[in-house]
């Protein structure tokens, strides 16, 4: 008999999340699948900031997960059991998995996908192909699309988001890349390995007028992943005509106790002609095929390139979810758990 070792949440987080919030559970993992749905055994989870704002007991976009239920999350598993016809035991899927060693799963109701077999590695399921490179896709084509001559700054440059978001906009044409990140190894792969233009420090006090410097001429299109200050200091920079993408706002924490951040230089879009647009990427849904078919032809033929930060064992998960707000990643932060064979 296999044994699932699982995280469910045990309490909720009241500012970051602590591993007291998770509890290991274990249960038998069953033999064969139930009619039409697939035992799957955990090879990688992905964690995007989002999962914080999960852990409260709010209403959002999507459900809160419920004290007692196994942690929601993404991953990439290999079928160990299949009682459905479209999907073979062997095979490696995408999946609603969850904190968990063995998910089972209903390709009806927890969103599988096959990984295509010609993928270069299967973590870019869930990087450049899963839901944060479908969020710089759809954030930089449909609301920033940047035309050619553009600059474009992108925050959270040297992560999974950011890092898409920035290439995707050289190669719809931008001119000019500007990125911030929190370390100078990070501005340097920002620079080196992503090829941005420029790379500034967000912790800089002097930010506002650093980019100033930075885009002289103005930001066409802010690709906004942090929100507050930082924000406030791209919204002063906007060009005439400027676009503002509101990806996300990872310095509040996700968390309902920080006192709100409020924007000094919002009054620049109206002298600017410059518009803000939020969107959710679930928003694009049924455009995720193609997308992805873009995505994964743009990394085969070396114009995207990704960093996968990856780390092991279950017990690192509720780590792996801090370290998005502690700037401990670089790149798509994974948990691997099991090796595909
Ligand atoms: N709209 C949507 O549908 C959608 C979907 C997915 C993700 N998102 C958003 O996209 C953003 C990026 O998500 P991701 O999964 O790609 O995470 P990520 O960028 O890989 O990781 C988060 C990074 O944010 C930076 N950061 C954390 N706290 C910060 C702060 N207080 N000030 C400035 N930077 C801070 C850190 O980098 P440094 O070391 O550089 O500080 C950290 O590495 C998030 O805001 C997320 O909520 C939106």
């Given at each position: 008999?296999?044994?699932?070792?699982?995280?469910?949440?045990?309490?909720?987080?009241?500012?970051?999340?602590?591993?007291?919030?998770?509890?290991?559970?274990?249960?038998?993992?069953?033999?064969?699948?139930?009619?039409?749905?697939?035992?799957?055994?955990?090879?990688?989870?992905?964690?995007?900031?989002?999962?914080?704002?999960?852990?409260?007991?709010?209403?959002?976009?999507?459900?809160?997960?419920?004290?007692?239920?196994?942690?929601?999350?993404?991953?990439?598993?290999?079928?160990?059991?299949?009682?459905?016809p479209?999907?073979?035991?062997?095979?490696?899927?995408?999946?609603?998995?969850?904190w968990?060693?063995?998910?089972?799963?209903?390709?009806?109701?927890?969103?599988?996908?096959?990984?295509?077999?010609?993928?270069t590695?299967p973590?870019?399921?869930?990087?450049?192909?899963?839901?944060?490179?479908?969020?710089?896709?759809?954030?930089?084509?449909?609301?920033?699309?940047?035309?050619?001559?553009?600059?474009?700054?992108?925050?959270?440059?040297?992560?999974?988001?950011?890092?898409?978001?920035?290439?995707?906009?050289?190669a719809?044409?931008?001119?000019?890349?500007?990125?911030?990140?929190?370390?100078?190894?990070?501005?340097?792969?920002?620079?080196?390995?992503a090829?941005?233009?420029?790379?500034?420090?967000?912790?800089?006090?002097?930010?506002?007028?650093?980019?100033?410097?930075?885009?002289?001429?103005?930001?066409?299109?802010?690709?906004?992943?942090?929100?507050?200050?930082?924000?406030?200091?791209?919204?002063?920079?906007?060009?005439?005509?400027?676009?503002?993408?509101?990806?996300?706002?990872?310095?509040?924490?996700?968390?309902?106790?920080?006192?709100?951040?409020?924007?000094?230089?919002?009054?620049l879009?109206?002298?600017?002609?410059?518009?803000?647009?939020?969107f959710?990427?679930?928003?694009f849904?049924?455009?995720?095929?193609?997308a992805?078919?873009?995505?994964?032809?743009?990394?085969?033929?070396?114009?995207?390139?990704?960093?996968?930060?990856?780390?092991?064992?279950?017990?690192?998960a509720?780590?792996?979810?801090?370290?998005?707000?502690?700037?401990?990643?670089?790149?798509?932060?994974?948990?691997?758990?099991?090796?595909?064979?």
């Amino acid at each position: 008999m296999t044994t699932n070792r699982m995280l469910v949440l045990a309490e909720r987080p009241t500012a970051e999340v602590t591993d007291a919030c998770f509890e290991l559970r274990t249960e038998p993992v069953p033999d064969t699948a139930p009619a039409g749905q697939l035992v799957v055994r955990t090879c990688w989870l992905g964690f995007e900031p989002a999962m914080r704002g999960w852990l409260n007991d709010l209403p959002s976009y999507t459900p809160p997960v419920a004290i007692g239920e196994v942690m929601r999350a993404w991953g990439v598993g290999q079928v160990v059991s299949s009682s459905h016809p479209e999907f073979d035991e062997g095979s490696l899927v995408h999946a609603r998995l969850g904190w968990q060693e063995y998910a089972v799963v209903d390709p009806a109701a927890d969103e599988v996908l096959a990984v295509p077999a010609d993928l270069t590695s299967p973590m870019l399921m869930l990087s450049a192909c899963g839901l944060t490179g479908l969020t710089a896709y759809f954030g930089m084509t449909r609301i920033g699309r940047p035309i050619e001559g553009d600059t474009v700054l992108v925050t959270a440059a040297a992560g999974a988001t950011g890092s898409v978001a920035g290439q995707i906009a050289r190669a719809l044409g931008a001119r000019r890349v500007i990125g911030t990140a929190g370390t100078p190894e990070k501005r340097a792969w920002v620079r080196d390995v992503a090829g941005f233009d420029d790379c500034l420090d967000h912790y800089d006090d002097g930010i506002r007028r650093a980019l100033r410097r930075a885009a002289p001429d103005g930001i066409d299109v802010v690709f906004d992943n942090v929100g507050g200050s930082l924000l406030d200091a791209a919204l002063f920079n906007v060009a005439n005509g400027g676009r503002i993408v509101l990806c996300g706002s990872i310095s509040t924490g996700y968390r309902p106790e920080r006192p709100e951040v409020g924007l000094h230089y919002y009054q620049l879009l109206t002298s600017r002609s410059a518009r803000m647009e939020g969107f959710i990427v679930s928003k694009f849904a049924d455009e995720y095929t193609d997308a992805r078919r873009q995505l994964q032809q743009w990394v085969t033929d070396g114009q995207l390139r990704v960093e996968h930060d990856v780390l092991h064992d279950l017990a690192a998960a509720p780590a792996g979810l801090r370290r998005l707000f502690e700037g401990g990643n670089q790149g798509k932060q994974l948990l691997q758990l099991a090796e595909p064979h």
